[in-house]
Structures are given as C-alpha cells and as structure tokens.
C-alpha cells in the first residue's frame, strides 16, 4: 500500500506527499468513528483512487502533535521573541518552553528586533542569553532586513520539520517571509494602546525549505498546561533536572519539601531566581486547575 506525509489540510482534503508527487485525498469516515482527525505532518497508509485522488487507510504512530496548530512529528519550534515592542518576556518564553519540553519538542530561541537595543537593554539581554545558553538552549538573534539571517537560519532548519510560536508582533510573519518570499503574509502593525500585534493565522501547510520542513502558520500565541500534572512539570526545567536527583526525597516538587537541591541551587544562585518563580506560578496554576471529567 502507497504511503507517504500529510503536507497541507484544507477544506476536507488532506494532501499527501509521496516521492515527488501530491495525492489529494480524504480520510476513512472510521476515523471520525473513532473521534480521530489527520493531521499536518502525519504519516500515513492511502488507496489510489482515480489519477491522483486517494483515502486515507491508516494513520502511523505519532511522536508527538499539537492542537493549535493542528501539526504532528514536530522536531523542533522555533521561539520567536522580541527585545522591544513588545519588550522581551521572560515568563512567557518559559511557558512556551516548559510546555514544547513536555512534547520532546526541541527549542530554539530567536530574538528578533535586535537592532532598536540601547546601551542599558544590551547589557540585560546579553545577561539573559547567557542564562539560557547555559541552560543549554541554542539561541538566534536577528532583525527586519538582517542580511546574515539566511546563513543563521540554514542550517537549523537543514533535515528538521519546524513550526514557529511566539508572542503576536514580535516579527514571526517578517521571518517567515524572509525565509520564503513567496508566502508574502500580511505582517502585523502593532497596537500602540495594547503593545500587541494582530495576525490572522492561515490554514498549516509544511513547506520544502533549506532541506527541511517549515509550517508556514504564523504558530500560535500561547500555551495552556492542560496536559501537564503538577508531578511532571520539573523535568520540564533542565536546569532543575540536573539537580534534582540531589534532592533528600524521591518525587521531590522543589516547593515545601526540606533539603530540596533545587532550592538549595536558587539559593546559591546557580538557578536563576526568576526562573523558580516560574515554576512556582506555573505549579500553581497546575494545581489550581479545574478537573478534567
């Protein structure tokens, strides 16, 4: 049986990618039996139907998938953050990391608008880089008309299916439009009053770019931790995991428990402080969450 990737979704069809070629097919009605749904990036089984129309039969196991944007088998999310308008958040990026850390799916943290730093915003930021550096997460930074930028992106999107996220305005669409003109996305104006941009998202469709795979929705906004027991949400702190074995108490949630080596590490400042108060607000979000029935 033929198979091959779901590359695009769009009014019912799912458009399949197989060698070279693209077979527009529909999915088998047990698939919505089953309240199941193809996704953008699946793997799948079809039946060829006519030239170039086809049903899809079986949908392969997933590493990993996403409701908004509706994608699977992600590898990596590019983080795409300004310094100023809107000025760099820190919370927010640890939501998002904390959240794509729970789905095995790789940061990558851009930071666009570089160019409107002053002196005193030069120093804060090269103070932050280098905590998530030693976190261990890669960072980019760039801006509008960056003429290094291609020789930056290339070879993080080389051989990777990747999909973009970060706060409106921040310039996702301006990257996406510098990595394929041909999108031509409208880019946001930003809100002067709120300090926030607009985007309407477009359908997901994975694009052949720098020899990977690039969804060229403009990502989403923000990250809820639904999925995520308040028991789980340090092992998605690396720098928490590198410490936590150190902990008296097995299953240790660095909150009240005594002789906590995470603690300890906030104390001794080898754990930024702000990010423990992250996890503690991310914890008690988790915690004060309303049941799942």
């Known amino acids: 049986m033929p198979n091959g990737q779901i590359r695009k979704a769009l009014s019912g069809f ?3 990618y197989d060698n070279g070629k693209v077979i527009q097919c529909r999915g088998r009605g047990v698939f919505r039996n089953r309240g199941e749904s193809p996704l953008v990036g699946d793997f799948v089984d079809y039946t060829v139907e006519g030239e170039n129309d086809g049903t899809i039969t079986v949908i392969h196991e997933r590493k990993n998938n996403l409701v908004r944007p509706p994608i699977s088998n992600i590898d990596q999310a590019i983080l795409v953050f300004s310094i100023k308008e809107p000025d760099f958040n820190t919370i927010l990026l640890d939501r998002f990391l904390v959240v794509l850390e729970s789905f095995y799916i790789e940061p990558i943290i851009c930071l666009t608008k570089s160019d409107l730093m002053d002196t005193k915003m030069e120093q ?3 103070d932050y880089i280098n905590d998530y550096e030693n976190i261990g997460y890669e960072i980019l930074m760039t801006y509008k008309d960056d003429p290094n930028f291609n020789d930056k992106i290339t070879p993080i999107l080389k051989g990777k299916t990747t999909v973009l996220a970060g706060q409106s305005g921040v310039g996702k669409s301006t990257l996406l439009n510098t990595i394929l003109p041909s999108l031509d996305l409208k880019t946001g104006v930003i809100s002067d009053a709120l300090g926030r941009g607009k985007h309407t998202t477009r359908h997901v469709e994975l694009i052949e770019v720098c020899d990977g795979l690039l969804a ?3 990502g ?3 990250f809820e931790f639904d999925l995520m027991e308040k028991e789980e949400l340090s092992s998605c702190f690396p720098d928490f995991v590198k410490r936590q074995d150190e902990c ?3 299953g240790c949630l660095h909150v009240n428990e005594p002789k906590c080596a995470v603690k300890k590490a906030v104390e001794l400042g080898e754990i930024k402080e702000y990010r423990y108060k992250h996890y503690l607000q991310f914890y008690e979000e988790i915690v ?6």
């Open 248 to 250: 008296k108490y097995r």
């Open 288 to 293: 004060d969450r309303k049941p799942r029935y």
């Open 14 to 16: 799912y458009y399949v």
């Open 124 to 126: 804060t930021m090269k």
């Open 220 to 222: 989403f906004s923000s």
């Open 216 to 218: 060229d929705t403009p």
